[in-house]
Every structure is written in structure tokens, then in C-alpha cells.
């Protein structure tokens, strides 16, 4: 059986609905209400009615991975042993680690590259222009070896030149250029709050999580490690609702037509007061991300659509190219050039791939591993990876 040019919809209708093409899973056929409820619901995690419209290999990933249902925290080590730690904590961990080690880090630079190397040009040249206040920043050129660009497929578009400064060629290859400009981007909005941790002295039945069908589709309580704080995700709302809410940009107005929503929602149920535990600790700590208005990402994540496999398969499978020595020295590397777009997992991949494709062309990639290298593993496949 074939998907590729599936929608998530048509391909459930094809499995469950009346008109299955096969023995349904289980036995049940889905009536209309069943594929509105689970639009709505989904797995228990939330609904995916709002990604009816994405190709099913897209969704279908997401749900044998596990990524809807099985997850796990950040921690590190300390002395006391493994902390649960927040994302950013982390992150500047590593990047502290790595600059002692020598790194050089630019944090307040944009960077065009306008030479991406390739044939008798051993060397990528990128355009950097240092962030300022007044936005009357100077740019300079730079020289680097190789360059990795670690952003949204979408913000892609103004990462790299039109052509190559030195070749008047583009600096990727069209089917790459193609995935970059056409692989659909996902909208999503999100309104974060920091709170006490109110559920933690709570009756074992009090929720954690409230689905509905309203403009507050899915809120979370989160727990990362404070002893006193958390987090709640007081909607992640996809597609048509983050457009909805898109003109609403000051974040404490969305907070109080969501405590509003809530308060609807939990009205009949054992905690009609729930809404009043969603005070943030202070002002500052209400975070409301417009992902489509990001001018870095252009949106939340990639998503393909039907028959968008290949435009996936042609940006994850770019790092094969540095083995021809006359390529582009310029490669992508974002959970936006995998199969698992939007995941942590889908940025490790094309990590793991970026860097092994290093070591092998520069000659630093150890022989024993040399087989378990992604050049060795994989195959230029859309379903072989």
C-alpha cells in the first residue's frame, strides 16, 4: 500500500471509514463523529484535526516514534546526580563547554552566506552583520572552511544568497532549493505562564492536561525541575487557530480570554475553579510565541504535505554530497531537513549526518566507525532512512 500522496484525513478514511480499502484495525469501523473526535482528542494528547490536511506519512512518523506519547525531560549531572534541567540551562552548558574549548560565538550576528565554495573555491564567504539598537550595524565579510546552517527551512529562503558570489550558480542544489522554498511550514502559537506549582499538592484525579474543541485546544502543566515553579502551556494552538489568534499580540490579553475559555470548560467539572490557579508569579512571566512572525523561523516547524516526501528526502540527504570534493561546502542541518520536522529527534538526525559527512571528507573519522557512519547506513530513499 502507498500513502505518499495521502493527506492524514484520506488515508484514515481509507484504513477506518466506511469506505476502508482493507480489514479495519481492530474491527471498528470510525463513523464521521469518531473522525471529529479524534480530531479533536487525538491520542490523549491532543487533537489532529488541525493537521487533517498534512501528507499521513508526516503524522503517521510521529505516532510509531512515539513523539506524541513518549517523552522525557533534559537533565544533567551534578553533584547530588541527575537534575531535571531546562532546555536553555543546557544548551548554555554545552555552548560554555564548547567555548573554552576555543569556539568562537556571535550570538547577536545575522549571517547571509554569499559564496557557498564548490569546485576551485575552497572556502564559503558569509556576510555578517552585528545586531545594534539603532540598526545602523556595519556588515563584514568573513572566510570559513565550511558552513552549517542550523535554521527553519523556511528562514532558509534568507540565510543563503540567490547565487554564489563566485560561481553566479545557486549555492544549493535545485531539488534542495526546491524543499527549502516549497516544504510547508507549520503555524503554531503557544502562551506559556509561570506559575506556582499548584497541582502538586492536588487530589491524584485533579488534571494535568484539558483538551477541547475551543480556542484553548490543548493545555499542560509542566515541571522542570524547580522546586516551587512550573510552566503551563495554556494553548498550543496549530494551523487555522494560530492564524486566528495571530492579531491578538499582547499576551496578557490572550491570557485572560484563556482563563475566561477555562473557567467555561471546567465550570461542571470537580474543579470549577480551576481557571484561578493560573496567576503567573509575576508580570514578566507571561511568554506568548507567534511562531509564523519569528523573522528566524517563519513558522513553527515543517510538516509535509502530500506528496512533499521527496522535498524532505532532498535537503535530508544533502550531507552525501560532500563526498564529491567539487560541492557546495555550504550544508543544512535542522529539524526542518528531516522526516521528524519539529522534534529534537528531528534535529539530532541531520546533526549526526552533518557531522559523520565531515570526518569522512576531511579525514578524521575514526575507522572502526566508519561503517556505522550515515554514508554507509543509509540510502537516498523518502522511506529508507
Same mark, same amino acid.
Given at each position: 500500500?502507498?500513502?505518499?500522496?495521502?493527506?492524514? /484525513?484520506?488515508?484514515?478514511?481509507?484504513?477506518?471509514? @466506511?469506505?476502508?480499502?482493507?480489514?479495519?484495525?481492530?474491527?471498528?469501523?470510525?463513523?464521521?463523529? !469518531?473522525?471529529?473526535?479524534?480530531?479533536?482528542?487525538?491520542?490523549?494528547?491532543?487533537?489532529?484535526?488541525?493537521?487533517?490536511?498534512?501528507?499521513?506519512?508526516?503524522?503517521?512518523?510521529?505516532?510509531?516514534?512515539?513523539?506524541?506519547?513518549? =517523552?522525557?525531560?533534559?537533565?544533567?549531572?551534578?553533584?547530588?546526580?541527575?537534575?531535571?534541567?531546562?532546555?536553555?540551562?543546557?544548551?548554555?552548558?554545552?555552548?560554555?563547554?564548547?567555548?573554552?574549548?576555543?569556539?568562537?560565538? +556571535?550570538?547577536?550576528?545575522?549571517?547571509?552566506?554569499?559564496?557557498?565554495?564548490?569546485?576551485?573555491? !575552497? &572556502?564559503?564567504?558569509? =556576510? @555578517?552583520?552585528?545586531?545594534?539598537?539603532?540598526?545602523?550595524?556595519?556588515?563584514?565579510?568573513?572566510?570559513? %572552511?565550511?558552513?552549517?546552517?542550523?535554521?527553519?527551512?523556511?528562514?532558509?529562503?534568507?540565510?543563503?544568497?540567490?547565487?554564489?558570489?563566485?560561481?553566479?550558480?545557486?549555492?544549493?542544489?535545485?531539488?534542495?532549493?526546491?524543499?527549502?522554498?516549497?516544504?510547508?511550514?507549520?503555524?503554531?502559537?503557544?502562551?506559556?505562564?509561570?506559575?506556582?506549582?499548584?497541582?502538586?499538592?492536588?487530589?491524584?484525579?485533579?488534571?494535568?492536561?484539558?483538551?477541547?474543541?475551543? !480556542?484553548?485546544?490543548?493545555?499542560?502543566?509542566?515541571? &522542570?525541575?524547580?522546586?516551587?515553579?512550573?510552566?503551563?502551556?495554556?494553548?498550543?494552538?496549530?494551523? %487555522?487557530?494560530?492564524?486566528?489568534?495571530?492579531?491578538?499580540? %499582547?499576551?496578557? +490579553?490572550?491570557?485572560?480570554?484563556? +482563563?475566561?475559555?477555562?473557567?467555561?470548560?471546567?465550570?461542571?467539572?470537580?474543579?470549577?475553579?480551576?481557571?484561578?490557579?493560573?496567576?503567573?508569579?509575576? %508580570?514578566?512571566?507571561?511568554?506568548?510565541?507567534?511562531?509564523?512572525?519569528?523573522?528566524?523561523? /517563519?513558522?513553527?516547524?515543517?510538516?509535509?504535505?502530500?506528496?512533499?516526501?521527496?522535498?524532505?528526502?532532498?535537503?535530508?540527504?544533502?550531507?552525501? +554530497?560532500?563526498?564529491?570534493?567539487?560541492?557546495?561546502?555550504?550544508?543544512?542541518?535542522?529539524?526542518?531537513?528531516?522526516?521528524?520536522?519539529?522534534?529534537?529527534?528531528?534535529?539530532? =538526525?541531520?546533526?549526526?549526518?552533518?557531522?559523520?559527512?565531515?570526518?569522512?571528507?576531511?579525514?578524521?573519522?575514526?575507522?572502526?566507525?566508519?561503517?556505522?557512519?550515515?554514508?554507509?547506513?543509509?540510502?537516498?530513499?523518502?522511506?529508507?532512512?
Amino acid at each position: 500500500m502507498s500513502f505518499g500522496n495521502d493527506s492524514f /484525513y484520506t488515508a484514515l478514511q481509507r484504513i477506518f471509514g @466506511e469506505k476502508h480499502e482493507w480489514d479495519v484495525p481492530g474491527g471498528q469501523v470510525w463513523t464521521e463523529d !469518531d473522525f471529529e473526535r479524534f480530531g479533536t482528542l487525538g491520542v490523549g494528547s491532543g487533537g489532529f484535526g488541525a493537521v487533517y490536511s498534512a501528507g499521513f506519512n508526516s503524522i503517521f512518523r510521529l505516532i510509531v516514534n512515539g513523539l506524541e506519547s513518549d =517523552q522525557a525531560i533534559f537533565a544533567k549531572m551534578t553533584d547530588d546526580g541527575l537534575q531535571a534541567t531546562g532546555i536553555r540551562e543546557l544548551a548554555n552548558a554545552i555552548w560554555q563547554k564548547a567555548t573554552d574549548l576555543g569556539l568562537k560565538t +556571535k550570538f547577536d550576528t545575522v549571517a547571509k552566506i554569499t559564496t557557498g565554495g564548490g569546485g576551485d573555491v !575552497d &572556502y564559503v564567504v558569509i =556576510q @555578517e552583520t552585528p545586531s545594534s539598537d539603532d540598526g545602523n550595524s556595519t556588515a563584514n565579510q568573513a572566510q570559513y %572552511d565550511l558552513a552549517v546552517v542550523g535554521t527553519s527551512s523556511r528562514a532558509m529562503n534568507f540565510a543563503l544568497a540567490d547565487v554564489s558570489d563566485t560561481t553566479n550558480e545557486p549555492i544549493m542544489s535545485s531539488a534542495v532549493n526546491r524543499g527549502i522554498t516549497d516544504l510547508h511550514m507549520t503555524a503554531s502559537s503557544k502562551l506559556f505562564i509561570r506559575t506556582k506549582k499548584f497541582w502538586s499538592d492536588q487530589p491524584a484525579d485533579f488534571p494535568r492536561i484539558i483538551l477541547s474543541d475551543t !480556542d484553548l485546544p490543548q493545555a499542560y502543566t509542566l515541571d &522542570y525541575g524547580h522546586p516551587d515553579y512550573g510552566m503551563v502551556l495554556l494553548t498550543y494552538a496549530w494551523e %487555522d487557530l494560530s492564524q486566528t489568534i495571530l492579531a491578538i499580540q %499582547d499576551p496578557h +490579553k490572550l491570557l485572560s480570554i484563556l +482563563k475566561e475559555q477555562t473557567a467555561r470548560i471546567m465550570r461542571d467539572s470537580s474543579y470549577p475553579n480551576y481557571a484561578d490557579f493560573l496567576d503567573p508569579v509575576t %508580570d514578566d512571566d507571561v511568554y506568548l510565541v507567534h511562531w509564523p512572525l519569528d523573522q528566524y523561523s /517563519y513558522g513553527a516547524f515543517s510538516l509535509g504535505l502530500p506528496g512533499q516526501d521527496k522535498l524532505i528526502s532532498s535537503m535530508f540527504y544533502d550531507y552525501q +554530497k560532500l563526498n564529491d570534493t567539487s560541492s557546495s561546502r555550504v550544508l543544512i542541518n535542522s529539524d526542518c531537513t528531516s522526516f521528524l520536522g519539529g522534534w529534537v529527534d528531528g534535529g539530532l =538526525q541531520p546533526a549526526h549526518n552533518s557531522m559523520a559527512a565531515i570526518f569522512e571528507r576531511f579525514g578524521s573519522l575514526n575507522p572502526v566507525a566508519a561503517d556505522f557512519a550515515p554514508s554507509a547506513l543509509l540510502g537516498a530513499s523518502p522511506y529508507q532512512y
